[in-house]
Each structure stands twice: as structure tokens, then as C-alpha cells.
């Protein structure tokens, strides 16, 4: 597989292409944006999104995630668990995204723009360079480059407003996130009992 600054160097790119993720609550997987596909260790739907649970085998420094995907925001909301020695002063992970959904398959486009979330004591907007890039390379046509743009700001103002409590914030909203803590390494077990498509 090749990497993301592979692949912007071989199509003579300043900039790796969006990166897309496939979540497929079926086969309880996730394919990641160099087409790995993963098993899931917990998927879970609300009417306000899509929650999942995974270890991150192989990965140097980080051992799991969960996260949220948040189609209304247009965000996925991450919690690392870091190996030991590796952990940062980091509580959440926030990618701007496009979310697309049909039954059991769920699929996110990610627009560069990050921000990495100090619960209840700062926030800061990462990847711009990038996202700057991605828009003079024609990578995100205007109107997505408009929204990705409005999405950060909007959660970036949503958190300052909220003295940078996620929680708090994403209540405001009719969202309640949950978490279970570190996913444990087995899939998602047979049978899948799964509520009806949101």
C-alpha cells in the first residue's frame, strides 16, 4: 500500500487527495484511508451518529481509538489511547468531514482541517497549510472547501463559547457522547444486533 505523501508525489500533487474512510457495520470493519481494512472491536448508532471502537495494532505510539462520527457538525470526534510513554495533553481529536451514509455502511471524507481539543482548557485549529494547498490543487471544489472551512470554525467558536468543553457544546446540540474506554482486541461479535438505520 502506498502512503499519503506517495500518493501525492506519483499524481505530482502538493498535497495528499482527501482521505477517505469506509466504515462497514456489517462485517464489523473499517477500512482506512491507505485500504486496510480493520476489525472493530464495538459499532453503535445514535440518531445524532455513528460510534466505534478499534485497537490500532502495529501503530508505534497510539494502541486504540474511539470515536464519534458526527454527520450534522460534520465531525469525527476521536479519543487516542496512547502506548506508554507516548501519551500527549491532548483529550480529543476533532477531523472536519463529510459524512455519507446508506444502511450499514458508513463513509467519511476528510477535509485536512484538525482540531486537537484540551477538555475545558483550549483548542487549536491544525492543517490549514494543508487544507490551503488541497484548495489551490482543485483537490476540494469550492462549495466543500466553504463548508469544511465553516465547520471548523463553527466548532472552534462552539468550544470557546462553551470555555472549551466538548461536552458542553455538543449538548447544546441534542448530541451525548459516550465512551467505553479501551476497546479490547476481539471484533465485533456474531450475531450483530444493530438498531435500524438513523
Known amino acids: 500500500m502506498s502512503t499519503q505523501r506517495e ?3 506519483r499524481l505530482d500533487l502538493p498535497v495528499h487527495p482527501p ?3 469506509v466504515f462497514d457495520l456489517t462485517a464489523g470493519t473499517n477500512t482506512d484511508p ?3 481494512v480493520r476489525p472493530v472491536t464495538r459499532y453503535r448508532r445514535e440518531p445524532f451518529g455513528l460510534y466505534l471502537a478499534r485497537p490500532l495494532a502495529g501503530h508505534p505510539r497510539l494502541a486504540a481509538l474511539e470515536s464519534w462520527i458526527l454527520p450534522g457538525p460534520g465531525l469525527r470526534v476521536t479519543r487516542w489511547y496512547w502506548h506508554p510513554g ?6 480529543f481529536y476533532l477531523d472536519v468531514v ?3 451514509f ?5 463513509r467519511t471524507v476528510d477535509h485536512y482541517l484538525d482540531l486537537e481539543v484540551r477538555d475545558k ?3 487549536e485549529l491544525h492543517d490549514v497549510d494543508e487544507f490551503l494547498l ?7 471544489d469550492p462549495a466543500t472547501a466553504e463548508r469544511a472551512m465553516r465547520n471548523a470554525c463553527a466548532a472552534l467558536a462552539g468550544l470557546e463559547a462553551c470555555q472549551f468543553d466538548l461536552s458542553k457544546w455538543l449538548h447544546g446540540k441534542d448530541i451525548e457522547l459516550t465512551w467505553h474506554g479501551w476497546p479490547g482486541q476481539d471484533p465485533v461479535p456474531e450475531p450483530r444486533s444493530l438498531p435500524p438505520t438513523v
Open 7 to 9: 500518493i501525492a508525489e
Open 19 to 21: 482521505k477517505v474512510e
Open 34 to 36: 491507505k485500504g486496510h
Open 86 to 91: 507516548c501519551e500527549r495533553d491532548l483529550d
Open 98 to 100: 463529510d459524512v455519507e
Open 102 to 106: 446508506t444502511g450499514q455502511r458508513w
Open 121 to 123: 482548557r483550549g483548542a
Open 134 to 140: 488541497a484548495v489551490r490543487a482543485e483537490l476540494l
